[in-house]
């Protein structure tokens, strides 16, 4: 197990350098080499002697979510076709792997008052995290790598401008107030890891917004609150898509919760009629 495991790591450590290569975000290449590196784990073989009824065998027992899995399979592909295109295999093993179906979910803003009482629980910190989520639409990522010089003024105020996901240019406009709190932080990282020289991680983020939320609510229920607040006020799902940072207008759909007394006065129509 210990030859392979070692195989693994440094293949692993020569794809990740060849993702940075590729621009993709610290988080998309944590998750991406976490899976990789579980699964090597799991199956303690050669990662170059995997088959596909290996590795189809490894994912069926797995008691995961439909975006767990189609998670892992998006990592499976990207590490062997990454393999293949080097020439450490002539194959992929991944390749034949079936695509996984997610079903269509409801959007789940955050209420007024879970949010409310979230911020008067939240310490000072963990209030801007909020803040920036239910307000602006930030996902958990881009909170956790937002830095002060992300803050520029503009021709009304302030808008923050930094990389978004996939490395795409995000532009997102902040309120008075949110501009003052952020300015008055020192250079650099918005939210600074005790641990490292670098920021807190994406999992941290969460894990601290999550402590003041209860159960079952999250910094991503705080963005579809953006989302759906944004729309049900505006009615332009274009303007909220570029606030949310959505590459497809079909994504934005997803984020926004449709007026429930918008649906019961079609009752009341259809109804009628």
């Known amino acids: 197990m210990r030859t392979c495991m070692a195989i693994a790591e440094r293949e692993i450590d020569a794809w990740t350098t060849w993702l940075r290569a590729s621009g993709r975000s610290g988080e998309t290449i944590g998750l991406r080499t976490y899976h990789i590196r579980r699964v090597m784990g799991d199956l303690e073989t050669d990662p170059w002697a995997l088959s596909t009824e290996q590795l189809l065998e490894y994912l069926a027992a797995q008691d995961w979510k439909p975006e767990t899995r189609r998670s892992y399979r998006a990592s499976l592909r990207s590490f062997y076709a990454w393999a293949q295109a080097t020439g450490r295999r002539t194959d992929s093993p991944a390749a034949l792997l079936p695509s996984i179906r997610v079903p269509r979910k409801v959007p789940r803003p955050a209420p007024t008052d879970i949010y409310k009482a979230a911020l008067l629980a939240a310490d000072v910190r963990v209030r801007l995290m909020l803040e920036l989520a239910a307000i602006c639409g930030l996902r958990r990522g881009e909170i956790a790598r937002l830095r002060r010089e992300h803050v520029h003024t503009d021709l009304v105020g302030h808008s923050l401008i930094f990389a978004g996901k996939g490395g795409h240019e995000r532009i997102v406009p902040l309120p008075d107030f949110l501009a003052r709190d952020l300015l008055e932080r020192p250079a650099g990282w918005i939210f600074p890891s005790v641990k490292t020289a670098g920021p807190l991680t994406p999992a941290h983020v969460g894990k601290l917004v999550s402590r003041v939320l209860p159960e079952g609510w ?23 898509q570029e606030l949310l940072g959505h590459a497809k207008l079909d994504t934005t759909m997803l984020y926004t919760l449709v007026n429930p007394e918008q649906v019961r006065e079609l009752i009341r129509l259809t109804s009628a009629a």
């Open 218 to 240: 999250t910094c991503h229920t705080l963005r579809h609150r953006c989302a759906t607040v944004a729309y049900w006020g505006s009615k332009d799902i274009r303007a909220v």
